[in-house]
């Protein structure tokens, strides 16, 4: 292993262990309201994405990447029904909003998604909305979530992970696309 790889894996293992602990303690903080934990939340979550999942390393994101950047987000901050990315008042969100999708503004990480998806003939939204019957034996949307980003990985080949990246970049609502 060269030692720009493995600077590159302790970064995102640092990365997702932050991540993790300040989601942990945003949770527990004593914000006044919601609308400050939100933002708190999207902070963090903003902040992590870039080292967690880079966008261009390789020419595509590993599905792997998605994978434990969701395993990092604590269960608690996941909504338990269908949701337009986040709700309010029940302080929660929905894998897309996480990534910081919003209304009307994906950006590369989501439309990628969407995208990988749509290649192995599944629907993200169903997904999200637990409508998927592949996925309904699992209790919780975290792990079933997980569970259908472990199908993308066995099914999608690393070619194919390049071409929907290119796709993604070109159909995404995100202007400026770095490699970072």
Known sequence: ?????????SGR???LKTLETNLSR???????????RI????????????????IGINNHIPIDYFIDFFKSVPLELWCDNPVFYYNIDKLCWDALGFLGE???RSNVRTKYLQVCFDKVGLD???TLNNEEPMFL??????????AALKYLKANLSTEQLIQLLSKAKKLSDERYVTNS
């Open 26 to 36: 945003c949770r527990e903080g004593g914000y006044f309201n919601n609308w400050q």
């Open 13 to 15: 293992t640092i990365a």
């Open 137 to 146: 034996k699992h209790k919780n949307n975290k792990i079933r979530f997980i």
């Open 39 to 54: 933002r708190e939340v999207v902070r963090i979550s903003k902040n992590s994405i870039p080292e967690i999942i880079p």
């Open 124 to 126: 993200i939204n169903h």
């Open 102 to 104: 919003k209304i009307h």
């Open 1 to 9: 292993m060269t030692q720009k790889k493995s600077l590159d894996i």
